[in-house]
C-alpha cells in the first residue's frame, strides 16, 4: 500500500496516522513543484492530494480513503455524530487550506470578500 501526498497537507496527515503500524509506504510530494503534480496527475484526475494505491486499486480523497482503510483494517464504525464532527473539522481545514492558497497567491485573505468572509466563518 502507498499513500502519495504531502507533507504538510492535514488531510495526509490524518491518514498517516490512521496507517500508524500498518505496512505501508509513504510517498512525499511536493504539489507545488511540477514534478510533484506529474505524479500526481498520474494517479488523481482531480490533482488533489491524498491518493491511495493499494494494488490495482487507487483511491483519491481523505474521506472515502478513511472509508477504504475502515473496511480492509475492520475499525469500529463511526457513529452519526462521529461523522457529523469528521464534516465540521473537514469544513474547517478546508477553508484553512483555501485561505493558505490564496495567500500564497498573493491574495489579502482579509479583505471583505464574500469568498473570504464565508471561509472565515467556517474556521
Not at 32 to 54: I, M
Request: hydrophobic share 40%; glycine share 6%.
Amino acid at each position: 500500500m502507498q499513500l502519495l501526498g504531502s507533507v504538510a497537507s492535514p488531510f495526509v496527515r490524518r491518514l498517516r496516522l490512521v496507517l500508524a503500524g500498518q505496512p505501508y509506504q509513504f510517498v512525499a510530494l511536493n504539489i507545488f513543484e511540477s514534478e510533484g503534480r506529474s505524479v500526481l496527475v498520474q494517479h488523481n484526475p482531480a490533482r488533489k492530494v491524498p491518493v491511495l494505491v493499494d494494488g490495482e486499486q487507487v483511491i483519491f480523497d481523505s474521506g472515502v480513503i478513511y472509508r477504504y482503510l475502515a473496511s480492509k483494517l475492520k475499525f469500529k464504525p463511526l457513529s452519526w455524530d462521529q461523522e457529523n464532527g469528521l464534516t465540521t473539522i473537514n469544513a474547517c481545514t478546508d477553508s484553512l487550506v483555501e485561505l493558505l492558497l490564496c495567500k500564497r497567491s498573493g491574495f489579502d485573505v482579509t479583505e471583505d470578500k464574500l469568498f473570504f468572509n464565508l471561509q472565515h466563518e467556517r474556521i
